[in-house]
Nanobody
């Protein structure tokens, strides 16, 4: 079965950095488009960044220039480097993997940015 496991969430001060990881199993990772989503209290889940199987990336306007998404197909792992963190980045961050009708989610990792 498909498993996505996020790690790297933490409490960090505004202006700091974190690196999130998503480890995937049960899929042929190379064929999947990957993405990071987040959900803050009282808000809808939103796309933060995505990366296709060919390496094409997209970012939400709110994180452009601060966050970088990447993937290591040999390790079945996706990353999100988060710099210049702001209090509004506080949320649970979720890993997503999709291909065709297959759409999969991790359990999330908490990122808290103090001001």
């Amino acid at each position: 079965q498909v498993q996505l496991v996020e790690s790297g969430g933490d409490l960090v001060q505004a202006g700091g950095s974190l690196r999130l990881s998503c480890s995937a199993s049960g899929i042929y990772f190379n064929f999947y488009s990957m993405g990071w989503y987040r959900q803050a209290p009282g808000k809808q889940r939103e796309l933060v960044a995505s990366i296709t199987s060919s390496g094409s990336t997209n970012y939400a306007d709110s994180v452009k220039g601060r966050f970088t998404i990447s993937r290591d197909n040999a390790k079945n792992t996706m990353y999100l480097q988060m710099n210049s963190l702001k209090s509004e980045d506080t949320a649970v961050y979720y890993c997503n993997a999709r291909a065709g009708i297959s759409n999969n989610w991790g359990q999330g990792t908490q990122v808290t940015v103090s001001s």
